[in-house]
């Protein structure tokens, strides 16, 4: 579920973020930019901590983990069966630590990209005055600068996505014969 949740998400956000880029909304796309990192590390995190340790942690260790995983919400989240949180979260920054350990690098992304989506004064000018409603490309000091920035922010996107396919098949491809065992197990039971 978690994977098929968090690949969901990643096609939403790089949909909606490509849009945005698209029209020369870059500031709104670098939040997106951001959320993949996340969901990324969200994925990497879950490898690590959950279908690794699989064999050797305790099962109610894991069964935590998981639930912290899909039901983990700060606020008042509705769950499927009408309960509301707040439940307990894993910290973001957990997730955004796996992927700099898989993907070195990953964390100064990040932290690159907050830039954009906190209050950063400079950071922002440079993603606004990219877009549509200001006429800066034709200062050449301004469009090489901005160009690097957004050039960045493009190789985020698409490693970020690169990764979070790659750390899925291998998840799937992992826990998929196990699904299926259990699958037959209780099908011959019935």
Same mark, same amino acid.
């Given at each position: ?5 968090? +690949? /969901?998400?990643?096609? $939403?956000?790089?949909?909606? @973020? ?8 870059? !500031?709104? %796309? ?20 959950? +279908? /690794?340790?699989?064999? $050797?942690?305790?099962?109610? @260790? ?8 899909? !039901?983990? %919400? ?25 992927? $700099? ?90």
């Amino acid at each position: 579920m978690l994977v098929i949740g968090s +690949l /969901r998400s990643a096609r $939403e956000i790089a949909l909606s @973020a490509s849009g945005l880029w698209l029209k020369g909304h870059f !500031l709104l %796309a670098s939040v997106g930019f951001r959320m993949l990192i996340e969901l990324d590390g969200q994925l990497l995190w879950a490898e690590k901590k959950v +279908l /690794r340790r699989l064999e $050797e942690d305790d099962a109610e @260790a894991l069964r935590e983990r998981v639930a912290k995983l899909i !039901l983990g %919400a700060k606020s008042t989240v509705p769950l499927v069966r009408g309960e509301f949180g707040p439940h307990p979260t894993i910290n973001v920054m957990d997730f955004v630590r796996s992927s $700099e350990e898989s993907r070195p690098g990953a964390m100064e992304d990040y932290v690159f990209l907050c830039d954009a989506t906190h209050p950063c004064y400079m950071m922002q000018t440079w993603l606004i005055f990219a877009g549509p409603r200001y006429d800066n490309w034709t200062n050449e000091t301004f469009a090489l600068q901005v160009a690097k920035v957004l050039d960045r922010m493009l190789v985020i996107a698409e490693t970020s996505l690169q990764s979070l396919e790659d750390t899925a098949l291998r998840i799937i491809s992992a826990a998929l014969p196990q699904i299926l065992s259990e699958a037959e197990t209780s099908s011959a039971k019935s």
